[in-house]
């Protein structure tokens, strides 16, 4: 007996076929979108942690700057894309954090300008604000607006970044209170004076004090009242102010010893 091998063998037919190659098609296109969306979620998350990384990283530096600077040296109430900071280190003096085209620079003295924030983010907008309060009491508010161009189909993110920083206006000191420059700036001025100053040693007003003065200057010394003068205490105890007249006579008076 002749073993037929075309009667024992049984392919696909066509209509098999076709229903093998849907459910494949299906599955795969199912795999791919799921693919697609695990991707799409990694590049947004990574895009996320990238924003957040670069601006919590400007807060905290624009913050510790403040704190640890002399002076905000920046006109009250009106907004600027430069924030400029006094500092007690002339190496550091002044400190300047400020936005050049995309990117914000942090630039500390007469070193180079470092960067902040860094490409892929873009920053779109920074803004810096000073307020100032009675007693010199100073907070700094700040702006950024930036955005991120994710890689692949991740599309581009925006972020803003609102954040407000004070810097306190009493201090104690442990060493000399020194200017950068020579004869540039003062203490005070003609509507915000100091009430009274305490000094254990001499005062030297242009010129270096001296031990046998507790003052020294090199210029005259005005009194724009003709009733006050100087005061000076006799041998005995007894003190008086030495005053002028017209015709420029010399007055004594006694008064209570300060």
Not at 18 to 38: D, K, P, T
Not at 46 to 60: K, W
Not at 217 to 228: E, G
Request: net charge neutral.
């Amino acid at each position: 007996m002749r073993y037929n091998k075309s009667m024992n063998q049984k392919g696909f037919s066509l209509v098999e076929l076709l229903v093998y190659i849907a459910i494949f098609a299906g599955s795969a296109a199912f795999l791919i979108s799921i693919f697609v969306v695990f991707t799409r979620i990694h590049v947004r998350q990574g895009s996320l942690n990238e924003i957040n990384s670069q601006m919590s990283f400007v807060n905290d530096t624009i913050g510790q700057l403040v704190r640890a600077s002399s002076q905000v040296d920046m006109e009250s109430g009106t907004a600027t894309s430069t924030l400029t900071l006094r500092m007690a280190s002339s190496a550091l003096d002044p400190t300047l954090v400020y936005l050049e085209g995309d990117t914000i620079y942090l630039k500390e003295g007469a070193t180079a300008p470092l960067t902040l924030t860094t490409a892929p983010l873009a920053v779109d907008g920074f803004s810096v604000t000073k307020y100032e309060g009675d007693g010199g009491y100073a907070f700094v508010r700040f702006d950024v607006a930036v955005h991120y161009a994710a890689q692949g189909e991740g599309g581009t993110f925006y972020r803003t970044l609102q954040s407000a920083v004070s810097r306190a206006s009493a201090a104690t000191f442990d060493s000399s209170v020194l200017p950068n420059t020579t004869g540039s700036y003062d203490i005070g001025n003609a509507t915000k004076q100091w009430q009274n100053g305490y000094f254990s040693g001499g005062i030297g007003i242009g010129t270096s004090p001296v031990a046998a003065a507790g003052l020294k200057t090199t210029k005259d010394i005005s009194f724009s009242n003709s009733s006050a003068g100087a005061i000076f205490t006799s041998p005995g105890g007894t003190c008086y102010r030495l005053t002028i007249g017209n015709g420029g006579v010399l007055a004594t008076s006694s008064v209570a010893c300060p």
